[in-house]
């Protein structure tokens, strides 16, 4: 079934913009999220389902079906340039594009029935339609309405093509052709100051509108007038609210954008802010998934190196053998305060660019070192990718387990761990449970808890 797609921030007002659609670098956009969280809940009652950080909070978001897979998913705004991410987690964009010029009006739908959500750029009360999320110029310009209204995108009778409604007032002019002319069906619902957002709530296939207050959401399932089908609360009335289909069933529900305060974590499953790091099997998780907040502090911070002692034990045990094998292995890094993270990750975004910078170092809060249970290795000389090319380097990833210890990123699993491969950081995870890992292992935390 053709899956709902989202006008960006429910609702926004008109804004005319001169120029023609623009060509624009097809580069995958740097988009590993910071300061927001969206909360996306696939039934109407109960806590978020998925949780997960994409794009800033700057950033103008859209949801939408990209990949004609049934499920809708987030695509973040920036000027002209649209990235696009084809699940809902945290990670950078799968398809970057640009369309329109950065000062358009921008709907998202499914213009031709194809079951991909693509874009429109207003202008005015002229509207240009690509049905494809590529480059180039605009395959339908329709004219409807007036330069003034809000514009809401839905398929209003459920042929699988979207089109237009506007809204005057709490009164809606449903078009259900991609043309220009008059309204095929008019109603009034709720009143004029309130928020809408469109869906289609019992999985009938046509859409409907849903009117928002505070976070109660008023639910009607047919285009007309009358009172609410269905009534919730969702969230805080501080979010921004969106609809969408997100496990791909046809029925659309609620997810909303959250503003997370710096110094605060919040984890991505139980939407908990976290004193404390998350803990799975009796390890501590700490990940650009399962963050913590500012006020935590480890315990062993006044320990050698601000380790754990188990683990600045096993590690002397393990120089020492690596020295023997002509192998001179040392501590470079270990426990840091989030301030101090802070600093590293915000000195490496203004060196490095954050595309690059989020693959090599964390961010505040999403940091193991803030734990006192991991370390940066290297021969005194070589450190970080310089290190990966020392024979130290293959002798870790050999060993490691041996001494409790697991090599955190490997090679190959940046679509899990958020982190391209680092050979030099270890995270102690004691005896028993690296024993589950074993020489050159490239098994990740997450896989190794079932957290994937």
Do not use: C
Not at 42 to 66: E, K, M, Q, R, T
């Amino acid at each position: 079934m053709r899956v709902r797609s989202v006008v960006a921030a429910t609702v926004a007002a008109a804004v005319a913009v001169v120029g023609l659609p623009t060509t624009a670098s097809a580069a995958i956009g740097p988009l590993p999220g910071g300061g927001v969280r969206y909360y996306l809940n696939d039934a109407f009652s109960g806590i978020a389902n998925h949780a997960f950080v994409y794009g800033d909070p700057h950033d103008v978001v859209f949801f939408g079906d990209w990949d004609g897979q049934g499920g809708d998913t987030p695509m973040v705004r920036r000027g002209q340039r649209f990235h696009i991410r084809n699940s809902n987690s945290t990670g950078y964009a799968d398809a970057s594009f640009g369309y329109g010029d950065a000062g358009d009006t921008v709907l998202a739908g499914d213009w031709d029935g194809d079951g991909v959500d693509t874009l429109a750029v207003r202008r005015g009360n002229v509207f240009y339609l690509k049905n494809a999320l590529t480059t180039g110029y605009a395959d339908d310009v329709i004219a409807y309405g007036n330069p003034g209204d809000v514009v809401l995108v839905g398929d209003w009778d459920g042929d699988g093509v979207d089109t237009l409604t506007v809204r005057r007032g709490n009164q809606y002019f449903v078009k259900n052709s991609i043309s220009s002319g008059v309204a095929d069906t008019v109603f009034s619902y709720g009143d004029a100051g309130d928020k809408v957002l469109v869906g289609d709530w019992d999985g009938t296939d046509g859409v409907s509108l849903a009117i928002r207050r505070g976070n109660q959401y008023f639910f009607r399932n047919t285009l007309s007038s009358g009172i609410a089908d269905r009534v919730l609360s969702y969230g805080e009335a501080s979010d921004l609210a969106f609809s969408g289909d997100w496990d791909g069933d046809g029925t659309d529900t609620l997810g909303v954008r959250r503003w997370v305060e710096e110094g605060r974590a919040v984890d991505r499953r139980t939407g908990s802010e976290l004193d404390q790091p998350f803990i799975v099997g009796g390890l501590p998780v700490v990940s650009k998934d399962h963050r913590i907040s500012s006020r935590y502090a480890s315990p062993w911070a006044g320990q050698p190196w601000g380790l754990n002692p188990d683990a600045y034990a096993a590690f002397r045990r393990m120089a020492a053998d690596s020295r023997a094998a002509g192998l001179p292995l040392a501590i470079r890094s270990a426990y840091r305060t989030y301030a101090e993270q802070k600093t590293i990750y915000e000195r490496a975004v203004a060196a490095y660019g954050i595309q690059y910078a989020s693959l090599y170092y964390a961010p505040a809060g999403a940091s193991e070192h803030q734990t006192g249970l991991a370390l940066d290795v290297w021969d005194g000389v070589n450190r970080g990718t310089a290190f990966s090319r020392l024979p130290q380097a293959r002798w870790v990833a050999q060993h490691a387990h041996e001494y409790g210890f697991i090599v955190r990123y490997p090679d190959g699993k940046t679509h899990i761990t958020g982190y391209a491969w680092e050979s030099w950081h270890l995270r102690w995870v004691g005896p028993e449970a690296a024993a589950n890992f074993g020489p050159n292992s490239r098994l990740t935390l997450e896989e190794y808890l079932a957290l994937v």
